[in-house]
């Protein structure tokens, strides 16, 4: 499977934490992803664009803040994460990008 542009839409980034660390060694990788994107989407996207087999897909939406800019209110973007689980033998390095 090639990788298309819209697969590049589909996944923006990897998310590098402490809690994401911990999910790579239990065979899952964390992405930021497109708050529209829906499952099917992401596993094709991530076989596409990494060559590897995908078991699962887990996402969450993390609602935006309210935080305040030189006195102005505003919200924070809501973020769309997947957790998504790697067949054995497969591995993604998130360290060296695309």
């Known amino acids: 499977m090639s990788a298309k542009p819209e697969h590049y839409d589909v996944i923006r980034k990897p998310v ?52 305040r800019f030189r006195g102005v209110k505003g919200t924070r973007k809501d973020v769309k994460k997947a957790y998504v689980t790697l067949e054995e033998g497969n591995t993604i390095d998130v360290t060296t990008g695309l």
Do not use: C, W
């Not at 994401?20 to 076989?47: C, L, N, R, Y």
């Not at 590897?52 to 803040?65: E, L, R, Y």
């Open 16 to 67: 590098i934490t402490e809690k994401s660390t911990m999910a790579s060694e239990a065979g899952a990788v964390v992405f930021e992803v497109d708050i529209d994107s829906s499952k099917p989407q992401i596993k094709e996207a991530v076989e596409a664009l990494f060559g590897v087999k995908v078991k699962a897909v887990n996402t969450t939406i993390t609602k935006g803040k309210n935080k």
